[in-house]
């Protein structure tokens, strides 16, 4: 495994903005207001050949009693007992604070390597005297960085990769199925990577809006490596006011582009919303794998046809989305969540495959005679041949004697025929209808 550095220290020292600097992306949420970051996010990064994970945290306030920031305290404790490496972030503008104190004893009991962070150093040359108040902490050389301005950087990273142990694997990672849980508040997303990793790894909570970045965790079961993206639920526009929630929108969407599979979650007990079907319509848009997964199945009132209603008001909503499975699950109790995974690695595996250009139009050429083309004014549709043009989705280029005549249900037709020749289960197919001349 990769070696993990987490970054700790109280709210608003920058922890965010140095996390973002050395991703080399706006990955956090960076704003003025205590809390923002409040849960563990990674982020892959590298410095000289050397990869490893970096973890931002939220701000710990060690005698805070408010149930967020205890949480997101737990989070930072949880973190640092993780970590390889812990880098401490402190403000050279505040000097050192008695939560600075209480951070670094924490570290100190929990016997990790340290590298002390003096931010918002934002001058070249000798730092100024207060810098030099750091060295109280006990933590060894505090190192001058300004996360603002990358002043500093490759002096911390230097310090952070020398602390690795020595039997570390820093090498780049090898591929995994990337996996985008999105949905609306409260639907479960959270509890769900929180059962499968066995650990409070995101703040559960029933505030509406906890999660409120797009949070990557990693996770390996039996040589399969996934990397599961959670994120902040897609409530509707009129609702989205303060400026953190629509960037919570927005990564929200992100997740999806850099996904391979979206696990689509729904409330049982509340049903399908419109949200639901704008939040399917993007992951389909963007041509990803599917799954609705339908959570709290544990606490759903139901007789015997409850699950099949359920499924027929799914097909109902999600028509432009038959391709996608259904499946029953409760992140409380982990009902089907081995099951979910086993269905991951297969609708990964459609979305990715390819098929010879002759076993197409084989499959082709028997849908044709079939199902006539259909013709007007006496010109009939002409499919010349197919091939495979891309994978993930899986897309197909038609040639064809007149695109205007392939009608949409023939084009369905098509894809259907192609799907149960071929499978392609949880994946968006894509046609793209060519015209060319038979003798070209």
């Not at 402190?90 to 951070?103: F, P, Q, S």
Request: hydrophobic content about 40%; overall charge neutral; glycine content about 6%.
């Amino acid at each position: 495994m990769k070696p993990l550095v987490a970054v700790v220290g109280r709210p608003n020292v920058g922890k965010s903005t140095l996390f973002n600097k050395i991703s080399g992306a706006r990955i956090s949420i960076v704003e003025d207001t205590p809390g923002v970051t409040r849960d563990r996010i990674y982020s892959d990064v590298s410095w000289l050949d050397k990869h490893f994970t970096l973890i931002d945290t939220g701000g710990i306030e060690p005698m805070s009693k408010d149930e967020i920031l205890s949480k997101m305290r737990e989070q930072a404790q949880l973190a640092i007992e993780m970590a390889d490496v812990v880098i401490l972030m402190t403000n050279i503008k505040e000097g050192v604070t008695a939560n600075d104190y209480e951070v670094a004893q924490m570290l100190l009991k929990a016997k990790k390597k340290i590298v002390l962070a003096v931010n918002k150093v934002d001058n070249i040359g000798a730092p100024p005297m207060e810098f030099y108040e750091f060295y109280n902490l006990g933590l060894g050389d505090p190192v001058a960085i300004s996360a603002s301005n990358g002043l500093g950087l490759g002096d911390l990273l230097d310090e952070v990769t020398h602390k690795f142990p020595e039997d570390a694997d820093t090498e780049a990672d090898e591929d995994e199925i990337k996996v985008a849980i999105i949905g609306r508040p409260n639907a479960g997303k959270s509890s769900l990577i929180n059962k499968l990793m066995g650990e409070e790894r995101v703040i559960v909570s029933d505030i509406a809006g906890t999660t409120r970045d797009a949070i990557d965790t990693h996770y390996e079961k039996d040589g399969d490596r996934f990397l599961f993206i959670d994120t902040a639920g897609i409530r509707r526009k009129s609702r989205v006011n303060e400026a953190i929630e629509k960037f919570s929108v927005i990564r929200s969407y992100a997740a999806v582009d850099r996904s391979d599979v979206c696990i689509i979650m729904i409330d049982g007990t509340e049903g399908i919303a419109e949200q639901d079907t704008k939040i399917a319509g993007y992951a389909d848009e963007q041509g990803k794998a599917c799954i609705f997964v339908i959570n709290k199945w544990d606490i759903v009132k139901k007789n015997d046809k409850t699950m099949n209603e359920f499924k027929y008001k799914i097909r109902e909503t999600f028509a432009f989305m038959s391709y996608a499975a259904i499946m029953f699950t409760s992140a409380k109790t982990g009902r089907n969540i081995p099951a979910l995974l086993e269905e991951i690695k297969k609708v990964n595996e459609q979305h990715k495959r390819r098929i010879t250009t002759g076993m197409l139009n084989d499959v082709i050429n028997e849908a044709v005679n079939k199902q006539q083309p259909p013709s007007d004014k006496g010109k009939r549709l002409r499919i010349y041949y197919g091939t495979q043009a891309s994978v993930a989705p899986p897309t197909f280029v038609l040639f064809v004697n007149d695109k205007d005549l392939f009608h949409f249900s023939y084009k369905r037709f098509i894809e259907n025929q192609i799907r149960e020749n071929f499978g392609f289960e949880g994946t968006p197919i894509r046609l793209i209808i060519r015209e060319r001349k038979k003798d070209q």
